[in-house]
């Protein structure tokens, strides 16, 4: 059970790092178009909810295999 828990916690920090990604992207984007020079934050974004579907394909692998144990 202690490690289910952990397992959610770690859901909370991973999803945590993912919004303040998309965050510092939007702020970049801001920057660079305040700067002058638009790029676009795309690149950014779909890098970050990449790895956030990465996450959640994997993270129920290990919440199975924690269940097993608890």
Do not use: C
């Not at 999803?15 to 660079?32: D, G, P, R």
């Not at 779909?46 to 692998?61: E, N």
């Amino acid at each position: 059970m202690e490690l289910q828990a952990v397992g959610i916690g770690l859901d909370f920090v991973l999803i945590t790092i993912w919004a303040y990604a998309l965050y510092l992207t939007m702020e970049l984007s801001n920057f660079q178009k305040n700067q002058g020079r638009y790029t676009s934050a795309m690149p950014y974004f779909v890098g970050a909810t990449g790895l956030f579907l990465l996450i959640s394909l994997i993270d129920p692998l290990h919440m199975m295999t924690y269940s097993g144990s608890a």
